[in-house]
């Protein structure tokens, strides 16, 4: 059972909206103390980071320049969930999202985001986002 499970994808039409949750387990210990990524994989396509958000407070944030300004990403540590707020949808946002979490103090949220690493603490299993009329 994955300690990171991803929830929210679903098939929308350009221009909606969706939002995405990363709910970390209760076997992530010290979950304040991660930091937390959305990354995506569309077919045939390389993995890419969407946006990642720092520990504690998540007061350091990376977006990916193809989602500025469209997309949102949050924390609630009291829920030990991450969110990703989704709006004005393209079609090449469709992909696989997932989610990731690496403990603070290895990399950057600049660095986790730009260059995804299979060494990750956590990943979780991703949800299918579609993006078409």
């Known amino acids: 059972q994955s300690h990171l499970v991803e929830s929210g994808g679903g098939l929308v039409q350009p221009g909606g909206s969706l939002r995405l949750s990363c709910v970390a387990s209760k076997l992530v210990d010290d979950y304040d103390n991660f930091d937390i990524g959305w990354f995506r994989q569309a077919p045939g396509k390389e993995r890419e980071g969407v946006s990642c958000i720092g520990h504690a407070n998540g007061s350091t944030y990376h977006y990916a320049d193809s989602v500025k300004g469209r997309f949102t990403i949050s924390r609630d540590n009291a829920k030990n969930t991450v969110y990703l707020q989704m709006n004005s949808l393209k079609p090449e946002d469709t992909a696989v999202y997932y989610c990731?979490?690496?403990?603070?103090?290895?990399?950057?949220?600049?660095?986790?985001?730009?260059?995804?690493?299979?060494?990750?603490?956590?990943w979780g299993q991703g949800t299918q986002v579609t993006v078409s009329a």
């Open positions: 990731a979490a690496t403990m603070f103090g290895w990399l950057s949220v600049q660095e986790m985001c730009k260059y995804p690493k299979d060494e990750y603490d956590y």
